[in-house]
């Protein structure tokens, strides 16, 4: 669906708990130019790594999934019970546990200016 979007140059935020590195592979792959010779654009696939140590996700866990997952009540819970593979070179790197929410957007958004995605200002607009 952000494919669709983003065919329509309309900017598409999703947000994912994508453990496995192949899957991510697959979503930046859908982003690839199609044609077999290049002759299609490639449409701009920016991972942004939120990364958060599981401490602090525990800590902030308002349905208490954390704690139940380590009670063995939920099978198969990313970062407890089932593996989680960081991304090897993600376009932004976010460090919620360090950062505000609004530095937060103010690094996605400097990153879109810097790759000409986004015309310079937009912070203003966004916050």
Known sequence: V???????S???L????????????IARDLHAPAGRDGSDDSIPFIEVYVEI?????????PKGLYKKARAGLIRDFTGVSAPYEEPESPEVR???????????V?????YLE?????ERGAEEKAC
């Open 2 to 8: 952000a494919k669709l979007f983003a065919d329509s």
């Open 10 to 12: 309309t900017i598409a």
């Open 14 to 25: 999703t947000s994912f708990i994508s453990p496995y590195l192949a899957d991510r592979k």
């Open 53 to 61: 140590p599981v401490e602090v996700a525990e800590k902030r866990d």
């Open 94 to 104: 976010i460090r919620t546990d360090q950062l505000s929410v609004e530095e937060s």
């Open 106 to 110: 103010a690094k996605i958004i400097e």
């Open 114 to 118: 810097s790759q000409g995605l986004l």
